[in-house]
């Protein structure tokens, strides 16, 4: 095989990874925001956002790198991208900014802390809000013509990126709420296990929803899954994703295992992003622009994955070093500098 095939699809496991590893890592701080409300004081809030302080903003390192290799490696599907979900990526980094902002703030103000703590759970819900609708308006498709955009600026408001944006938020406060059950002790992790276990239901209700509309949105979609013997190589996916809620149901109330539910959680989100990605391929931005239609010339991939070679693992590295010197429990009265 030449590296005009092999490359585009070592770059898209690449950007796959990197966003995988964003919607991981970055999620559950999103999470924390999302459940923000159901603190039940300034200092269980404080307990909360302090169990994420030391690691939070090196989540989004996941983010740019999949924004970066994407422009690099597949400058059409981002010009497509950002020409038609322009106004949802620029809510979505509006909203990053804001919670960001409140993060930092919201420690260091006194009488307007409250107002804060409201900022930073305002900005959560947004960006995962806002994500939500970029995965369904991409998964839902886009009108291209001779691989350009030609639709309009609100073609990704739909009835399918407007459920797709829901789940994204319940799914990150079941990240967020799987979080605080390994992270925490005591009356903060007593409540996020109560409020696990209806997200587990919640967001199993959601996936199938998601999952059943999926292959009414194209033809070649349903064919993927059902044409043949498609099925049956498939339906380890979605059968592994029931077996994994089932399993992170009841986790989330066994005393003692305050890893499992997290763990389980994460597992979730893969298998529901290997099914995603099983859908669209070999589409980068479907319904028609492939991934070796989209890609840049073979000496430009190769140019810049050098680059990657050296990069990955200092990200891989300095990620694994700062979740294991944070490691354990936090304790409520836990400072932040």
């Excluded at 809620?245 to 539910?261: T, Y």
């Excluded at 931005?285 to 070679?309: D, N, Y």
């Amino acid at each position: 095989m030449s590296m005009a095939t092999v490359l585009p699809v070592i770059w898209f496991g690449v950007i796959g990874f990197g966003v995988l590893m964003y919607v991981l890592l970055d999620g559950f701080v999103l999470g924390l925001g999302i459940l923000a409300p159901f603190a039940k004081d300034e200092h269980q809030l404080d307990h909360m956002m302090n169990t994420a302080a030391p690691i939070w903003d090196g989540n989004e390192t996941w983010l740019v790198l999949g924004g970066a290799g994407l422009l690099a490696a597949f400058p059409k599907a981002y010009a497509v991208v950002l020409s038609a979900l322009y106004l949802p990526v620029l809510l979505m980094l509006i909203a990053l900014i804001f919670r960001g902002v409140a993060f930092e703030f919201r420690f260091k103000a006194r009488r307007s802390k409250p107002a804060w703590g409201a900022a930073f759970a305002l900005g959560s819900m947004l960006t995962a809000f806002a994500q939500g609708v970029i995965l369904g308006a991409l998964v839902e498709g886009m009108p291209l013509q001779e691989g350009k955009y030609v639709g309009g600026a609100f073609d990704w408001f739909s009835p399918f990126s407007m459920l797709t944006g829901v789940a994204v938020v319940f799914g990150y406060a079941l990240l967020g709420s799987s979080w605080l059950i390994l992270k925490t002790e005591g009356p903060l992790q007593v409540t996020a296990r109560w409020l696990t276990r209806p997200l587990v239901l919640v967001v199993v209700a959601f996936m199938g929803l998601v999952s059943a509309w999926l292959p009414f949105l194209d033809s070649r979609i349903m064919a993927r899954w059902f044409e043949g013997a498609n099925f049956l190589w498939l339906a380890p996916v979605p059968l592994l994703a029931l077996l994994n809620a089932w399993a992170l149901w009841r986790a989330a109330m066994h005393e003692g295992r305050d890893a499992a539910p997290f763990l389980l959680t994460l597992g979730f989100f893969a298998l529901g992003f290997v099914g995603l990605v099983i859908g669209i391929w070999p589409n980068i931005v479907p319904p028609a622009l492939s991934i070796w239609e989209a890609a840049s010339p073979p000496s430009s991939q190769g140019f810049v994955m050098v680059g990657l070679i050296v990069l990955l693992p200092m990200i891989l590295g300095y990620t694994w070093w700062s979740y294991r010197v944070f490691r354990g429990k936090v304790a409520a009265d836990a400072g932040y500098h």
